[in-house]
């Protein structure tokens, strides 16, 4: 096959959702039709389950799982499709923010009881901010839920979308009779239990056909007609220009459990989902079908054997092939590495390949070269844009507690973060190291993993800080911005690319501090300049 028709069957997305909205169920449901697996219960959640012993040690078992789904690749009708697991847990988020950067477009599970949940609009944002394709499954139809309407409204409200649906659910709940797919005319009937069968779908191209009331009854049927004829009067239709472009988003209706409308779903995903999109590098736009190789670092997966220093840098791949065994540029090292063994990833297995295209993810095994945001190329100097670093939520000052460790202390925490397990700040003022953290558990991880895996003693003390803002001034000359530096001295650190952070101890300080230097901004994201 050609290196465009390559490029042109690859579709490589992630789901994102709430913990519990359905998107383990949905993806194991994608790998059935895939025939990626072979049976339900085959896609171990990488959640945290409630009611774990400990959740720490939950933790460590996730990132056990986490290698075998971190890609999980399938063949559907001629196309390749490369799920990117995007961790659910909230101590995860992070993780899946990196993850966000080398997808080309998303699938959003709503559930249809619970509406938009919190982290759903975290990471909706981040997709919005970036025009990523999205495609809405509203999961969960079994169950009783909020009207379809309502829920519409909601997502749009709440998510800042512009839906168009392209499913309507027929009634819900324990009422629930089946699917009106608008995208393929044609009507999908729940039996209640199909959790291993692929249902029939009946063409229904003529809405005032009898043959609908012959399938749902007439009462639901002329309410249908009703919905739909709304449907059609308040929501533009779907132009697939505008879902690229980030601008309006497909919704479907389904229960992923019950494998119901998730076949729709993915027919139509194949159709109108993007093939990899070119990247904005610092230097210029680079296009998948560019002949020269170039790929990123988004994730980095480390030490699961102590006794082996072996990590794992799951590297995008932009434009051109990446071949095992060529030499390629590390463009931070100014290196040339050579890869024996790269891993192309499968549902729940890897294997050695000798190629891979724009699109795909490959695992280069790694002793401590890879940071994540890395570029790779065939020798061009590319620095890929788009691994923003977000506020954490906590932070506390870590402490060497065994004077004799200090270097496998600085190195173990030096590896963390470079694996984006949390970030590093350093005071300006004195030099002490505070560590913040999307989720209070990940300091317990950290502790144990410089134990365990560095042999590293740390302690923590609490710091009284609630947010780290990217310090950007209109001048950095200016009288303003030097007095802001001197009074805020206490407050000043830098992040580990060397960025300017201030860090605030509430809300308020906030605010007051913007009034008083309004030409200093402060954000919340590291990257601002885009
Ligand atoms: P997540 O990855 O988004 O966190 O969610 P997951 O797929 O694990 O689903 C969360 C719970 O919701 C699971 O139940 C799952 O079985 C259920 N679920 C998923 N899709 C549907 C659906 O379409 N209808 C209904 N009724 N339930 C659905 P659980 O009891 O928490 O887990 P389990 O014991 O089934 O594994």
Same mark, same amino acid.
């Not at 990132?63 to 789904?69: D, E, L, P, Q």
């Not at 499709?81 to 699938?107: C, Q, W, Y």
């Not at 791949?317 to 290196?335: Q, T």
């Given at each position: 096959?050609?290196?465009?028709?390559?490029?042109?069957?690859?579709?490589?997305?992630?789901?994102?959702?709430?913990?519990?909205?359905?998107?383990?169920?949905?993806?194991?449901?994608?790998?059935?039709?895939?025939?990626?697996?072979?049976?339900?219960?085959?896609?171990?959640?990488?959640?945290?389950?409630?009611?774990?012993?400990?959740?720490?040690?939950?933790?460590?078992?996730?990132?056990?799982?986490?290698?075998?789904?971190?890609?999980?690749?399938?063949?559907?009708?001629?196309?390749?499709?490369?799920?990117?697991?995007?961790?659910?847990?909230?101590?995860?988020?992070?993780?899946?923010?990196?993850?966000?950067?080398? =997808?080309?477009?998303?699938?959003? $599970?709503?559930?249809?009881?619970?509406?938009?949940?919190?982290?759903?609009?975290?990471?909706?944002?981040?997709?919005?901010?970036?025009?990523?394709?999205?495609?809405?499954?509203?999961?969960?139809?079994?169950?009783?839920?909020?009207?379809?309407?309502?829920?519409?409204?909601?997502?749009?409200?709440?998510?800042?979308?512009? $839906?168009?649906?392209?499913?309507?659910?027929?009634?819900?709940?324990?009422?629930?009779?089946?699917?009106?797919?608008?995208?393929?005319?044609?009507?999908?009937?729940?039996?209640?239990?199909?959790?291993?069968?692929?249902?029939?779908?009946?063409?229904?191209?003529?809405?005032?056909?009898?043959?609908?009331?012959?399938?749902?009854?007439?009462?639901?049927?002329?309410?249908?007609?009703?919905?739909?004829?709304?449907?059609?009067?308040?929501?533009?239709?779907?132009?697939?220009?505008?879902?690229?472009?980030?601008?309006?988003?497909? $919704?479907?209706?389904?229960?992923?459990?019950?494998?119901?409308? $998730?076949?729709?779903?993915?027919?139509?995903?194949?159709?109108?989902?993007?093939?990899?999109?070119?990247?904005?590098?610092?230097?210029?736009?680079?296009?998948?079908?560019?002949?020269?190789?170039?790929?990123?670092?988004?994730?980095?997966?480390? *030490?699961?054997?102590?006794?082996?220093?072996?990590?794992?840098?799951?590297?995008?791949?932009?434009?051109?092939?990446?071949?095992? *065994?060529?030499?390629?540029? !590390?463009?931070?090292?100014?290196?040339?590495?050579?890869?024996?063994?790269?891993?192309?990833?499968?549902?729940?297995?890897?294997?050695?390949?000798?190629?891979?295209?724009?699109?795909?993810?490959?695992?280069?095994?790694?002793?401590?070269?890879?940071?994540?945001?890395?570029?790779?190329?065939?020798?061009?100097?590319?620095?890929?844009?788009?691994?923003?670093?977000?506020?954490?939520? !906590?932070?506390?000052?870590?402490?060497?507690?065994?004077?004799?460790?200090?270097?496998?202390?600085?190195?173990?925490?030096?590896?963390?973060?470079?694996?984006?397990?949390?970030?590093?700040?350093?005071?300006?003022?004195?030099?002490?190291?505070?560590?913040?953290?999307?989720?209070?558990?990940?300091?317990?991880?950290?502790?144990?993993?410089?134990? !365990?895996?560095?042999?590293?003693?740390?302690?923590?003390?609490?710091?009284?800080?609630?947010?780290?803002?990217?310090?950007?001034?209109?001048?950095?000359?200016?009288?303003?911005?030097?007095?802001?530096?001197? =009074?805020?001295?206490?407050?000043?650190?830098?992040?580990?690319?060397?960025?300017?952070?201030?860090?605030?101890?509430?809300?308020?300080?906030?605010?007051?501090?913007?009034?008083?230097?309004?030409?200093?901004?402060?954000?919340?994201?590291?990257?601002?300049?885009?």
């Amino acid at each position: 096959m050609s290196f465009k028709k390559e490029i042109a069957r690859r579709r490589t997305f992630g789901i994102v959702s709430h913990p519990d909205a359905g998107k383990t169920t949905l993806t194991e449901k994608l790998l059935l039709f895939g025939g990626a697996i072979q049976e339900a219960g085959a896609v171990k959640s990488n959640k945290i389950k409630k009611g774990a012993t400990s959740d720490f040690m939950e933790i460590e078992r996730q990132r056990g799982i986490s290698v075998a789904t971190s890609v999980l690749a399938f063949e559907y009708n001629g196309i390749k499709v490369n799920i990117l697991d995007t961790p659910g847990h909230k101590d995860f988020a992070e993780d899946t923010f990196r993850t966000l950067t080398a =997808v080309d477009s998303v699938i959003v $599970v709503v559930d249809v009881a619970k509406g938009v949940e919190p982290q759903t609009e975290k990471l909706v944002e981040v997709c919005r901010m970036r025009n990523i394709p999205m495609i809405v499954f509203v999961n969960k139809l079994d169950r009783e839920g909020k009207d379809a309407f309502e829920l519409l409204d909601e997502i749009e409200e709440k998510l800042r979308l512009k $839906v168009t649906p392209l499913s309507f659910p027929i009634g819900m709940g324990y009422d629930f009779k089946g699917i009106y797919n608008l995208w393929e005319k044609n009507v999908n009937l729940f039996s209640g239990d199909s959790r291993k069968n692929i249902e029939e779908t009946i063409q229904v191209s003529n809405l005032e056909d009898s043959i609908l009331d012959e399938l749902v009854g007439e009462d639901s049927a002329n309410n249908l007609r009703e919905e739909l004829e709304l449907v059609q009067g308040v929501y533009p239709a779907f132009d697939q220009e505008e879902y690229l472009a980030g601008h309006q988003q497909p $919704v479907f209706f389904g229960s992923a459990l019950n494998n119901f409308g $998730v076949r729709e779903l993915l027919d139509c995903f194949v159709k109108i989902a993007p093939p990899p999109r070119p990247k904005m590098s610092e230097e210029r736009l680079v296009l998948p079908n560019e002949d020269a190789f170039s790929g990123f670092v988004f994730k980095i997966h480390a *030490n699961m054997d102590p006794k082996h220093r072996d990590r794992l840098a799951f590297i995008k791949i932009v434009s051109g092939v990446f071949e095992r *065994n060529k030499p390629y540029l !590390h463009v931070r090292n100014k290196k040339n590495l050579k890869f024996s063994s790269p891993n192309a990833f499968f549902a729940e297995r890897k294997e050695i390949v000798d190629i891979s295209y724009p699109g795909d993810i490959v695992g280069l095994h790694d002793t401590g070269n890879f940071k994540i945001g890395d570029t790779l190329t065939s020798g061009e100097i590319l620095h890929y844009k788009g691994i923003p670093a977000f506020s954490p939520e !906590h932070f506390r000052y870590i402490n060497n507690a065994d004077p004799m460790k200090s270097k496998q202390l600085a190195k173990g925490i030096d590896q963390l973060m470079d694996e984006g397990v949390a970030q590093l700040f350093t005071l300006e003022l004195n030099g002490r190291k505070v560590i913040g953290t999307v989720g209070a558990l990940q300091y317990e991880v950290i502790q144990y993993r410089l134990e !365990h895996e560095y042999g590293a003693k740390c302690t923590y003390e609490p710091l009284g800080v609630s947010k780290a803002c990217w310090v950007d001034p209109e001048d950095p000359k200016s009288e303003e911005f030097k007095e802001f530096l001197r =009074v805020k001295q206490r407050f000043m650190a830098k992040d580990k690319r060397g960025q300017l952070v201030f860090l605030a101890d509430s809300p308020f300080t906030l605010q007051m501090t913007q009034q008083k230097y309004p030409s200093v901004k402060m954000h919340y994201v590291s990257e601002f300049k885009d």
